[in-house]
C-alpha cells in the first residue's frame, strides 16, 4: 500500500463509476424500447459468427487497408488490454503482477504487447493519413474521430516511454523481450538521467497511460467509439441470414392500436444496439444510391441522427412517459429522408457490424402510411390500383393473363399437372417491354420442355411495392388470397422472372403461411443449361455487362446464375461495371421508389447508366423488369439506345437457342 | 352542422364493360366497384368542413343495391361519422336514385349542407345532385371547385363551358356537386378504416322514404357496346400516290370529304 494504491483506488472509482453510470443509462434507454425483437436462436452460430466477424475481423477486411488498419489496432489493444489490467492492479499492489506465471510466458507476454504497441500506433497513423490526407467522402469530418486517435496514440507513446524509463530504472528480467522499448530506453539513457530521475518519469508515464485509459473509459459511453462495447453484441444479435423478410404485422391482435414508430422508443433494442455499435465510418454511404444522387438519404447519418433523437428524448425515456418523447421525425430525420430510400440494401450489406438500416426506415414509413395517410401523394393512385385491380399499374384485373395470347399457355385451372408454375407479376402481365421477356421465357421453358402453367387471371400483385412503401394492411390483404389461391392448387414450386415477386413469394409470404420452393428465372434457367436441357447455339457478338438487381443479389445472394447464362452465350463477352456483386449499384425503382416521383437530385437511374455505358458493353443484361425499365430509359435519356440494347437475360439465351 | 354527402357506387375505371344477355343492363359478374372519383372528392369536403366546425357530423348516403353497403363503407374508413344505405333495385334512373336520397335527407332532424359528386362515372348522367336539390327545395351549385364557407351561406366557384369561372353565393342549406380540382382526397388510415367496420349502416326501403318503381322515368330500350375500334392502316407506296389514296378512302370509305 502507497500513495499510489489510494490515489488510483479514488481515480479508477470516480471513473469507472461514471463511465459505468453512462453505460447503464444506455443500457436502460435501450430497454425502454417498445418495440419487440426476439434474437436468441442459434446460439452457437450466433457464437461463430462474434469467432469469424469480431474477433476474425472478416467484415472489415473487405476494405483490405482500412481493414488491416483495424485488425491492427483491435487486435492490438485486446494483448495490451493485458498489459492494462496488470498495470492498474499492480499499482493496487506491487506484488499483483503477472510475473507468476513464470519467467518465459511472461517474456512472451510482454514481447507480444510491445509489438503490438507499434502495430497499433501504425495503424493510428494509417487512420490519421486517411483522416487528414486521404479524406475519403463518406468518412466525413469529426471531432470526436480526432480525439480518439489522439487518445489512442497517446496511450500508446506513454506505454513506450513508462517502459523505456523503467528499464533504465530497474533493469527487469525481461527488458530484451521487449525490442522496440528496450532500443528506446537506450535512447534515454543518452539523458544520463539518475536512476530515481528515470523511476519518477517511468511512474509519470504510467499514471498518464492510466488516467488516459479511465478518461477513456468516461468518454466512450457519449462517442461514436461506443461501438468497441457494442458492436460485438449486435454482431452476436444479428440476422443471420442474407434473405430475410420484414417484419409482420399481426393486425388481428386487437390489443395493438398503433403501427409502425412514431417515436423512437416504437423501435426496438435492437434498433438501439444499431445506433450504439455505428462508429461513422461511412461504408454504408459510400455506397448508396440515394446518397450518390443527392438526396438528403445517408445511412450513416439516418443511424446517427436517430441516436441523438433518443438522447435528445433521454429524459422522457428514462422517466417511461412515453407521451412526452417527441416525434422520431426531427429536423435532422425528415420525411424525405424516409422515402429516399430505395431499399436496395447495399447499407446493411457493406456495414462491418450489421446494422439494419432499411428495417428503421419501414418501420417509419408504416407510422406515416397506416396511421397518418401520410406519404408521396402519387403513390395514392398505385395503392388504390392495387386494392381494386391487385396491379401498381391502372390496368384491368381481368387483362392479366392477356400477355400470353396466343403463345398457347395453360392456366393451372385448365392445366394442374405441372412441373413449376409461372409466376408472371404485373411488369410480365401489363408492361409491353416486360411482356416480351415474358415471351422469350415461355419460349425457352418450351424448349427446355418444362411443364408448366400460369394462373391467369387468378394471379395479383404479391404486395411488395405496398409492403415496402409502408402498407403492410394493403400487403396483407394482397397476400392472403394469393397464398390460399397457391394452396387450393397444391403448388409447390414457382419460377418468376421478376425478383421483387421472387423475394416476396420466397422470404416474406412463410411468415403468412405460404412456405414454397421459389426459383428466379435465372437460377431456373441456369439449371436447365447444366441438365443440357437449353444448348445456345447461335453466336452473339457482343460485350454484355450484367447490371445486378438488388432483389436478386443483395437480398437473395443469387450472382452466378445469371452470370452463367451470359456465359453460356456463344461468342459473348461478359464484362463487369465497376460496382457489382454486394457493391452494385441500384437502378432506382426499389422500396417503392419505382412508383415515386424522384425530384431531388441527379436520377439514380442515370447514374447507374452511365455505370454501365462506361464499360462500353453493346448490351445491358437485366433480370429484373423494373431494372429492365430504368436503365432503359436511362439508355433513352443518354440518347444511347442506338448503341446499347437493354435485355433480359431470358431474352439473350432464346435468341441464342435454336 | 349537420353535413350529408350523396355517393354512389360505379364499376372501377378499369372495368371491361360487357352488356348482359337481354341487353337491359351491363354484365356486372367480377366487375370490382368503387366509390365515383367525383364522390370522393365530395366526401373528402364534408369531412375538411367538419373537421373545422367543432360539432359538426358527416353522414354519407347512397342508394342502390345492396353491394353498395361496402361503398358506403370506404366513406366511412375516410371519416365520415353515419351511414345510410336506401335500397332500390340495379335498374334505378336518376329521378328515382335521387328521390328516395332525397326522402333519407327528409327524414333527417336537420340538414345544412349536403354535397355530391358532379356526375357518377358509370352513367355519366350529371343529374342526381340538381334533382335532391329539386326534390328538397334548396339551391345547389354544380361542377364545383372552390368553396368558400361563411356564416348561413357558401360561395362556389364553378367551371362553366369554355373554361369560365362562374362564382356564386348560395344560401344554406344547399347542394354542391364536386369537380376535380376542388380537393385532393385523403387515403382511408387504418385506425379509420378499423374504425368503420365497427360503424352502423342504417337501412332504408324504398317503402322508408317514399318512393317506388313508379318513380322510374326512363324506360330503356337496351345496351349497345359502341362499334370495336378499328386498328389504323398503313397507306404504302410513293408521297404522291399515298395522298391519292388517302383521298380516296376519306371520300368513299369515311365519307368525310
New interface residues.
Given amino acids: 500500500m502507497t500513495w499510489q494504491t489510494f490515489l488510483l483506488l479514488g481515480v479508477a472509482g470516480a471513473a469507472f463509476g461514471l463511465s459505468g453510470y453512462r453505460m447503464i443509462t444506455l443500457f436502460r434507454l435501450m430497454r425502454a424500447h417498445r418495440g419487440r425483437d426476439s434474437r436468441l436462436s442459434e446460439i452457437s452460430a450466433r457464437l461463430g459468427t462474434v469467432l469469424v466477424n469480431v474477433i476474425g475481423q472478416r467484415t472489415l477486411f473487405r476494405k483490405p487497408m482500412a481493414g488491416i488498419m483495424h485488425a491492427m489496432i483491435f487486435w492490438g489493444f485486446l494483448i495490451i488490454t493485458v498489459g492494462t489490467i496488470e498495470q492498474l492492479l499492480s499499482t493496487l499492489n506491487a506484488s499483483w503482477s503477472f510475473e507468476f506465471i513464470g519467467h518465459t510466458p511472461y517474456s512472451a507476454l510482454v514481447f507480444v504487447q510491445d509489438v503490438f504497441t507499434l502495430l497499433v500506433l501504425c495503424g493510428v497513423a494509417y487512420a490519421a493519413y486517411r483522416r487528414f490526407v486521404v479524406r475519403p467522402e463518406y468518412l466525413g469530418q469529426s471531432r470526436d474521430a480526432n480525439l480518439i486517435l489522439l487518445f489512442t496514440a497517446s496511450l500508446m507513446v506513454s506505454i513506450f516511454l513508462m517502459n523505456g524509463f523503467f528499464i533504465l530504472s530497474r533493469q527487469p528480467f525481461f527488458a530484451e523481450s521487449m525490442p522496440l522499448s528496450h532500443a528506446l530506453s537506450r535512447l534515454l539513457g543518452l539523458l544520463g538521467l539518475s536512476g530515481d530521475a528515470n523511476e519518477a518519469l517511468g511512474t509519470l508515464f504510467k499514471w498518464v497511460h492510466m488516467i488516459i485509459v479511465l478518461g477513456f473509459a468516461v468518454y466512450i459511453p457519449g462517442s461514436k467509439h461506443l461501438h468497441v462495447v457494442a458492436a460485438g453484441p449486435n454482431t452476436f444479435f444479428r440476422t443471420l441470414r442474407r434473405e430475410k423478410g420484414m417484419k409482420p404485422i399481426r393486425f388481428e391482435d386487437e390489443s395493438v392500436?398503433q403501427?409502425g414508430a412514431a417515436k423512437i422508443t416504437d423501435l426496438s433494442w435492437k434498433d438501439t444496439l444499431d445506433y450504439y455499435s455505428c462508429t461513422e465510418c461511412g461504408r454504408c454511404q459510400e455506397l448508396c444510391p440515394a446518397w450518390n444522387t443527392q438526396k438528403p438519404l445517408s445511412p450513416k447519418n439516418l443511424i446517427s441522427d436517430l441516436k441523438h433523437n433518443l438522447f435528445n428524448n433521454k429524459k422522457s425515456v428514462l422517466a417511461g412517459k412515453h407521451d412526452d418523447v417527441g416525434h422520431v421525425l426531427d429536423a435532422h430525420v425528415t420525411e424525405d429522408v424516409i422515402w429516399a430510400c430505395t431499399s436496395c440494401r447495399a447499407c446493411e450489406i457493406a456495414c462491418p457490424v450489421f446494422i439494419e438500416h432499411t428495417d428503421k426506415i419501414y418501420e417509419i414509413r408504416r407510422n406515416l402510411v397506416?396511421?397518418?395517410?401520410r406519404?408521396p401523394?402519387e403513390v395514392?393512385a398505385v395503392?388504390?390500383?392495387m386494392e381494386?385491380?391487385g396491379t401498381p399499374w391502372?390496368?384491368?384485373?381481368?387483362?392479366r393473363g392477356a400477355w400470353a395470347e396466343g403463345l398457347n399457355v395453360p392456366t393451372l385451372a385448365d392445366s394442374p399437372d405441372i412441373d413449376v408454375l409461372l409466376w408472371v407479376g404485373c411488369a410480365g402481365s401489363y408492361d409491353d417491354r416486360n411482356k416480351k421477356v415474358l415471351r422469350s421465357f415461355v419460349s425457352l421453358l418450351k424448349k427446355a420442355g418444362v411443364r408448366f402453367s400460369i394462373l391467369g387471371s387468378e394471379e395479383q400483385c404479391t404486395g411488395d411495392p405496398a409492403r415496402r412503401i409502408g402498407n403492410e394492411?394493403l400487403f396483407q390483404s394482397l397476400a392472403q388470397p394469393t397464398i390460399e389461391t397457391l394452396k387450393r392448387y397444391s403448388v409447390k414450386r414457382i419460377v418468376t422472372a421478376c425478383p421483387h415477386c421472387f423475394n416476396t413469394l420466397k422470404n416474406e409470404y412463410k411468415d403468412f403461411g405460404g412456405s414454397f420452393e421459389v426459383f428466379h428465372h435465372s437460377q431456373f434457367i441456369a439449371k436447365l443449361l447444366v441438365e443440357g436441357r437449353i444448348k445456345p447455339a447461335k453466336s452473339i457478338e457482343e460485350t454484355i455487362t450484367f447490371h445486378d438487381s438488388c432483389y436478386l443479389g443483395r437480398w437473395n445472394n443469387v450472382y452466378t446464375e445469371p452470370r452463367s447464362i451470359l456465359q453460356a452465350l456463344p461468342s459473348a463477352k461478359l464484362v463487369e461495371m465497376k460496382n457489382n456483386h454486394d457493391k452494385s449499384f441500384c437502378c432506382g425503382a426499389g422500396g417503392g421508389r419505382m412508383w415515386m416521383e424522384e425530384t431531388q437530385g441527379k436520377r439514380i437511374n442515370i447514374s447507374r447508366t452511365e455505370q454501365a455505358l462506361e464499360t462500353r458493353a453493346g448490351i445491358v443484361a437485366s433480370s429484373c423488369p423494373f431494372c429492365m425499365t430504368m436503365v432503359s430509359d436511362g439508355v433513352k435519356a443518354k440518347e444511347m439506345q442506338d448503341k446499347v440494347k437493354v435485355m433480359d437475360i431470358a431474352e439473350l439465351l432464346d435468341q441464342a437457342t435454336p | 352542422m349537420n353535413i350529408y354527402v350523396c355517393i354512389k357506387q360505379v364499376p372501377d375505371t378499369e372495368t371491361k364493360i360487357k352488356i348482359n344477355a337481354d341487353k337491359s343492363g351491363i354484365d356486372t359478374a367480377g366487375i370490382k366497384w368503387i366509390l365515383s372519383p367525383y364522390d370522393e372528392f365530395a366526401v373528402e369536403e364534408s369531412l375538411r368542413l367538419r373537421d373545422k366546425n367543432p360539432g359538426s357530423s358527416v353522414t354519407v348516403i347512397s342508394a342502390g343495391p345492396a353491394r353498395v353497403v361496402d361503398t358506403v363503407r370506404t366513406a366511412l374508413a375516410m371519416g365520415a361519422d353515419h351511414g345510410v344505405h336506401v335500397e332500390i333495385p340495379e335498374t334505378a334512373d336518376s329521378h328515382l336514385a335521387a328521390k328516395a336520397l332525397a326522402g333519407a335527407l327528409k327524414k333527417e332532424p336537420q340538414v345544412d349542407i349536403v354535397f355530391a359528386g358532379k356526375e357518377a362515372i358509370d352513367d355519366g348522367a350529371a343529374q342526381v345532385g340538381q334533382l335532391v336539390a329539386a326534390l328538397m327545395g334548396i339551391p345547389a351549385a354544380t361542377v364545383v371547385m372552390g368553396i368558400e364557407y361563411a356564416a348561413g351561406s357558401v360561395k362556389c366557384r364553378r367551371e362553366v363551358e369554355g373554361g369560365a369561372i362562374e362564382n356564386l353565393t348560395l344560401p344554406l342549406p344547399a347542394m354542391i356537386t364536386a369537380h376535380k380540382g376542388l380537393n385532393e382526397p385523403r387515403y382511408a388510415s387504418l385506425p379509420n378504416i378499423m374504425k368503420a367496420k365497427k360503424k352502423e349502416v342504417k337501412s332504408l326501403s324504398m317503402a322508408d322514404v317514399g318512393v317506388s318503381e313508379g318513380d322510374r322515368k326512363l324506360k330503356l330500350k337496351n345496351f349497345e357496346l359502341p362499334p370495336p375500334k378499328q386498328a389504323g392502316r398503313l397507306i404504302p407506296g410513293e408521297p404522291a400516290q399515298q395522298a391519292a389514296e388517302l383521298v380516296r378512302a376519306l371520300h368513299t370509305e369515311a365519307k368525310v370529304v
Fill in positions: 392500436t403501427y397506416l396511421m397518418e395517410s406519404f401523394t395514392q395503392f388504390k390500383n381494386t385491380n391502372a390496368f384491368a384485373a381481368a387483362d394492411y
